[in-house]
């Protein structure tokens, strides 16, 4: 059986702060990663993604998703869960969790990003794959369009 697991892992060229703003600030969470997000930079706090039809996500359809920070320590890690039934509480019997672990290096930040917990939100062998592969490719695009961001940055085009 396939891990029951989507991790990524990438090299920035930031510091350790830098990256942590650019995961946890609602204003640059909606540059990489959803249209547009409440979240706060607190454990147990609920919060929204959410993305438009035709934005960031691809889809034709909307979405908004809810999300409960798990844990959140600045600069070094961040997580939340997602993926819950709606009217219930996420846990780890049913949703998958989601981790920004942040190492500095000598050139910048090391940021691993897991995704647990796939068989709690995905019950059977054909959801739970298709759930690895649209996971792995949005986690893939959506990292590469976070470097292009902090690049975009760096050279003062955006803020």
């Given amino acids: ?10 090299l920035i060229e930031a510091p350790a702060e830098v990256v942590w703003d ?4 609602p204003e640059q969470i909606s540059r990489w990663f959803s249209d547009e997000a409440a979240v ?3 454990a147990g706090a609920d919060g929204t993604l959410t993305w438009r039809p035709g934005g960031r996500g691809g889809s034709r359809a909307g ?20 993926g819950h039934p709606e009217g219930t509480g996420p846990d780890e019997h049913n949703s998958a969790l989601v981790e920004f ?3 500095p290096e000598a050139h910048g930040t090391r940021l691993r990003v897991l995704e647990s917990g796939i068989e709690a939100v995905a019950h059977d062998e054909d959801g739970r794959a298709r759930y690895r592969e649209d996971h792995e490719q ?7 369009e976070m470097l292009a961001y902090l690049a975009s940055r760096t050279r003062g085009e955006t803020r």
């Fill in 138 to 144: 949005g986690w893939e695009r959506h990292l590469g």
């Fill in 40 to 42: 706060e930079q607190r």
């Fill in 1 to 10: 059986m396939p891990a029951e697991s989507v991790e990524r892992e990438i």
């Fill in 101 to 103: 672990i942040l190492t």
């Fill in 63 to 82: 979405m908004v998703v809810p999300i409960r920070v798990v844990e959140a320590e600045p600069p070094r890690r961040f997580s939340f869960r997602w």
């Fill in 22 to 25: 650019v995961i946890t600030e």
